[in-house]
């Protein structure tokens, strides 16, 4: 069972906007600005699409979107496009006396 | 450019030992922390490691610890794990990441992945 909980799946259509959810604890995304959200495709390595909550590596679409409330970290996506099939992570720092890094158990979105 | 090459990952017995290596280029290796993270395909991620860009600190999951080390050499932009008294569950793909920013223990995007390298342990 992952630290922070994501759904399992979520779906639209091309054009559409989608919204992925990361839930953690007062411990992890509630009391640090460290959350993270990476793109897998399949037998691909993960891609750092949002670090620090809300900021853009360079190159990546403005169309990616983090924010966060309370416990809850989201990602999301709008004008939905069929590359961005693929499945997503979520992860925010912990504390270093333990794990330092907790992620999500990923979310399969589906461009229908 | 930047790259991260892993090698080394093997089918091995249970209980036994296996090093991971993994060379970096296109960025100033000694400027930053360095990850290990794993995967068993088709799952989730798992933070197993990490080691700041000096090497005087390092951190472990509590799943590996006592278990595995992690250590680089600067010198030769390298990072490796030592992997001891491997499990069942310590079977999956394990990738070499970058930390960003530089200069910061905690620092935990990780803004570059290798490719990763397959450890099978067998029982």
């Known amino acids: 069972q992952s630290a922070l909980t994501q759904p399992v799946s979520v779906s639209g259509s091309p054009g559409q906007s989608i919204t992925i959810s990361c839930t953690g604890t007062?411990?992890?995304?509630?009391?640090?600005?460290?959350v993270s959200w990476y793109q897998q495709h399949p037998d691909k390595a993960p891609k750092l699409m949002i670090f620090?909550?809300?900021k853009r590596p360079s190159g990546v679409s403005n169309r990616f979107a983090g924010s966060k409330s309370g416990n809850t970290a989201s990602l999301t996506i709008s004008g939905l496009q069929p590359d961005d099939e693929a499945d997503y992570f979520c992860?925010?720092?912990?504390?270093?006396?333990?794990?330092?890094?907790?992620f999500g158990g990923g979310t399969k979105v589906t461009v229908l | 450019e930047v790259q991260l090459v892993e090698s080394g990952g093997a089918v091995v017995q249970a209980g036994g030992s296996l090093r991971l290596s993994c060379a970096a280029s296109?960025?100033?290796?000694?400027?930053?922390?360095m990850h290990w993270v794993r995967q068993i395909p088709g799952k989730g991620l798992e933070w197993i490691s990490l080691?700041?860009?000096?090497?005087?600190?390092?951190y472990y999951a509590d799943s590996v610890k006592g278990r595995f080390t992690i250590f680089r050499d600067n010198t030769k932009s390298s990072l490796y794990l030592q992997m001891n008294s491997l499990r069942g569950d310590d079977t999956a793909l394990y990738y070499c990441?970058?930390?960003?920013?530089?200069?910061?223990?905690?620092?935990?995007?990780?803004?570059?992945w290798g490719k990763g390298t397959l450890v099978t342990v067998s029982s």
């Open positions: 990441t970058k930390g960003a920013p530089e200069y910061i223990v905690t620092a935990t995007s990780f803004d570059y």
């Open positions: 296109g960025f100033t290796f000694d400027d930053f922390t």
């Open positions: 080691i700041s860009w000096d090497g005087d600190s390092t």
């Open positions: 007062t411990g992890d995304i509630g009391l640090y600005n460290s």
């Open positions: 620090d909550v809300t």
């Open positions: 992860s925010s720092y912990k504390n270093l006396s333990g794990t330092a890094v907790v």
